[in-house]
């Protein structure tokens, strides 16, 4: 049973645009988003988090929002570079589980030249 | 200075045989991980340990153990390695079992041939 569910797989941006990636969760208990940013041969480091008391939190060109109704939530990288190119990971944890992070099935995110 | 080292970063063996994978953290955390990131990069937990006592077993074969002997290291034993083991491994650790943001190494990628 995927618990978060990731789109789109792939997508491609000129530099300069917008990136959107999109991730829904099932589990209402969950009460952590957090988004990874995964490049080539590297492991995952988090990028940017935000928890269900806020609707949207804001860092540098990153952006989450949150819709806790529709148990979605999203990542706007404004501004998209290069070097933005990379493998983008939601995820999603509570307090109940150790904290072990269910992850989305990830997006490869090109932002061309 | 490496957060989360692992080693070895590659690893080729032949089915049947046993390996391990090291991890350390020198960030000072009680919870350390490891997650399985299959070819189509889904990251899946596999284990958890928070101040060398195993908390978290998800559904993985028995022919995996993990081996903490301490609170800044842990690792992954598997033994009778199947060509269905071929992944990327990842560590990971984060400050407390309670704590959110989960540090990540650079992986060990496993080959079964």
């Known amino acids: 049973q995927q618990q978060v569910k990731q789109s789109p797989q792939s997508l491609i941006v000129q530099k300069g645009g917008i990136s959107i990636i999109n991730c829904a969760y099932e589990n209402t208990a969950f009460d952590y988003f957090p988004w990874y940013q995964q490049f080539p041969g590297k492991g995952p480091a988090l990028l940017i988090a935000i928890r269900p008391d806020v609707s949207e939190k804001k860092e540098g060109r990153f952006t989450i929002s949150f819709n806790k109704s529709a148990k979605q939530f999203s990542l706007h990288i404004m501004d998209s570079q290069p070097g933005d190119s990379a493998t983008y990971f939601c995820a999603a944890s509570f307090s109940g589980s150790a904290r072990q992070l269910t992850f989305g099935s990830g997006t490869q995110l090109t932002v061309l030249p | 200075d490496t957060a989360v080292s692992q080693t070895p970063k590659y690893l080729v063996t032949q089915m049947g045989n046993d390996k391990s994978i090291k991890c350390e953290q020198n960030?000072?955390?009680?919870?350390m991980y490891w997650y399985k990131q299959d070819s189509k990069k889904f990251l899946k937990i596999m284990f958890s340990y928070n101040n060398k006592e195993l908390i978290i077993n998800e559904t993985v074969p028995n022919r995996f153990s993990p081996k903490s002997p301490d609170k800044a290291h842990l690792n992954l034993h598997i033994n009778s390695l199947e060509l269905g083991d071929s992944a990327v491994y990842f560590c990971a650790s984060s400050r407390t079992r309670g704590n959110t943001e989960a540090f990540f190494g650079q992986g060990t990628r496993l080959t079964v041939v």
């Open positions: 960030l000072g955390h009680d919870t």
